[in-house]
């Protein structure tokens, strides 16, 4: 498990230089008890229980004695009664892979970890209601599997979507930096970015070694607009441990080249190129860059760059629009890449904007309307997207 397959870099002792050896374990401990737990009261679970590691004995003092002593019972046990003995051993044997001292970097606490052993403690439970209460157990054993059937079909509600999940794991969780976090990116998905904020630090303040995080909140600022803050974020993200760098160093560059650091820009390019040369993200900030400073020869190179590497991609198709429609005498060409990036990007307001205003400056009013509508889909707010949309309404006579 530590050496090949999938989970080659991602258990192990050196898998993260942040999670050591003996962390994880005193991690273990106060997983060995909160699994015994929901073996016996299911609740309540939690989904992702993040990189939280606890890092002093002090914290968990007790939970490591109980481990102790549950670890000592079931090897006296099983020196005493073979037959009842075997399943704590089976128990403990097939919970230790995971729950001992060598660290799983992705998961340091999964619930799914107690999938096989929970057979023991479920076959313990009922050999041990059949012994003392013989036939009994059965008007014992049915309101209780009526009322564990509940709570799984309660439970599955939570699995609905990707936000209600994370959601809940905030609630019961809420020292997971991950729940966190991607609390707030669904969030700042949803156009909610200030609601967003406060995860995204808190994500940052329970692992602040951990890049994404910085990015994450970055990103948060650059969709307000205050590309400030958002470089402020990216600039603590270099040097840290980012699961998507080239998204981060795109996010980065897109910031920096809105408060117009064209330099500053133009060396995290080359830089996220030299890492990343088969993506097509660097090319789209050099081909910015350059359409910014009205160097459209050179912008319409990288972008096509880009469709050599990504013929679907929606933001070079959107961008060679941009490139033809300033050209002059373009416009149809311009049309053309935009009604490509906006069937590609349905739910971009910008994009979809592009291709409803060429289209309505060409006098095609009745071909605007789906654009607008598009837009306005996303951004039912946005004042200019209502006002163009008013006004081809207007051209058509529908008042």
Excluded at 46 to 59: E, I, N, W
Excluded at 65 to 77: E, R, Y
Excluded at 85 to 106: C, E, N, Q, R, S
Aim: with cysteine.
């Amino acid at each position: 498990m530590i050496g090949t397959g999938n989970r080659g870099y991602t258990v192990g002792f050196s898998a993260d230089p942040e999670i050591t050896w003996w962390y994880y374990a005193l991690s273990q401990c106060w997983a060995f008890v909160r699994y015994l737990q929901l073996a016996i009261v299911p609740c309540p679970l939690v989904f992702d229980y993040g990189l939280f590691v606890h890092t002093s004995a002090a914290q968990v003092w007790w939970q490591i004695l109980f481990a102790m002593a549950f670890v000592t019972g079931c090897f006296v046990l099983y020196w005493k009664h073979p037959r009842a003995g075997w399943l704590g051993l089976f128990y403990l044997a097939v919970l230790a892979p995971t729950t001992t001292m060598i660290p799983v970097a992705t998961q340091v606490i999964a619930e799914h970890r107690m999938y096989l052993p929970l057979t023991a403690v479920v076959a313990a439970v009922v050999l041990m209601g059949c012994h003392f209460l013989s036939r009994r157990v059965l008007w014992v054993g049915l309101p209780v599997v009526l009322i564990f059937t509940v709570m799984t079909f309660e439970r599955n509600k939570v699995y609905a979507d990707a936000d209600t999940l994370w959601m809940d794991v905030v609630q019961k969780y809420p020292v997971s930096a991950r729940a966190n976090g991607n609390v707030g990116n669904m969030l700042v998905r949803s156009r909610r970015a200030n609601e967003a904020l406060p995860y995204l630090e808190k994500a940052i303040a329970l692992h602040p070694g951990r890049g994404d995080h910085y990015n994450n909140l970055g990103h948060a600022y650059a969709t307000m607009g205050d590309f400030e803050n958002a470089v402020y974020y990216y600039e603590q993200s270099i040097e840290k441990k980012i699961a998507l760098e080239d998204v981060f160093l795109a996010n980065y560059c897109q910031a920096l080249m809105k408060l117009g650091r064209f330099d500053d820009t133009m060396r995290m390019a080359r830089r996220l190129l030299d890492m990343f040369p088969d993506k097509a993200s660097g090319y789209i900030v050099m081909g910015n860059v350059c359409y910014s400073k009205n160097n459209l020869p050179k912008a319409e190179g990288y972008f096509k760059k880009v469709l050599e590497i990504d013929d679907k991609n929606p933001e070079a198709l959107n961008n060679m629009g941009n490139v033809k429609a300033r050209q002059g005498g373009k416009l149809e060409e311009a049309l053309e890449y935009y009604k490509k990036a906006a069937a590609l990007a349905p739910l971009s307001a910008d994009i979809q904007d592009n291709a409803a205003r060429l289209l309505a400056q060409l006098g095609r009013w009745q071909e605007a309307i789906p654009y607008f509508e598009a837009e306005l889909a996303v951004v039912p707010n946005d004042v200019s997207a209502r006002i163009n949309y008013a006004d081809v309404l207007y051209n058509l006579q529908r008042y």
